[in-house]
């Protein structure tokens, strides 16, 4: 099995096939407008102007599990992204990412890259973790998504290479990404 299994609703209300991505090397990532990690989105957009001509495409989640801050319509979420940082990648319905209702792509994605912890010696880690810990501490078990923007990295083949969480900047991946090309 590889994430070309699945099929997603794009943002537009279009269901696609995730096959169409086939041959590409992709960042599949959860989002939301209202989080401290917003900022990512412009990372993530320059990673994508970087490396689109190579063959990446970044396909962005809204997802608004995490302190409900993704409350938009799918048309509010498109409009911040394009407005505020700009964003030209593929963006997808608002999809649940975790527990019961998560879409099966985001189980497949954890189960196939599992959770390793933050880096709890980087401030942005210890907060989360700690946070985490004291408010939703059944967050931290087994291997679902923890928070807004975790971001996984596939091959071209659809297999999954790499789990960064939320804590991970964007640039810090393009060794990775480097790799796969």
């Known amino acids: 099995m590889s994430i070309y299994s699945y099929e997603a609703e794009t943002i537009r209300g279009e269901q696609v096939s995730l096959e169409q991505y086939k041959g590409k090397v992709l960042i599949v990532v959860n989002t939301a407008s ?16 970087e490396y689109k001509e190579q063959g990446l495409e970044i396909l962005g989640f809204p997802s608004n599990q995490f302190g409900e801050q993704e409350p938009g319509t799918n048309s509010d979420v498109q409009s911040f992204c394009k407005i505020n940082y700009g964003v030209t990648f593929p963006l997808f319905a608002k999809t649940d990412v975790r527990d019961e209702t998560a879409h099966p792509l985001f189980q497949y994605l954890t189960d196939a890259a599992p959770f390793h912890g933050f880096d709890t010696n980087e401030p942005s880690g210890k907060m989360l973790n700690a946070f985490l810990s004291e408010k939703l501490p059944h967050y931290l078990e087994g291997n679902s998504i923890k928070w807004n923007f975790t971001k996984f990295l596939v091959d071209r083949e659809g297999n999954v290479v790499k789990r960064f969480e939320s804590t991970d900047e964007p640039l810090s991946m393009r060794e990775d990404i480097e790799r796969l090309f």
């Open 34 to 49: 209202k989080c401290g990690f917003t900022p990512q989105y412009e990372d993530l957009q320059k990673l994508y102007q």
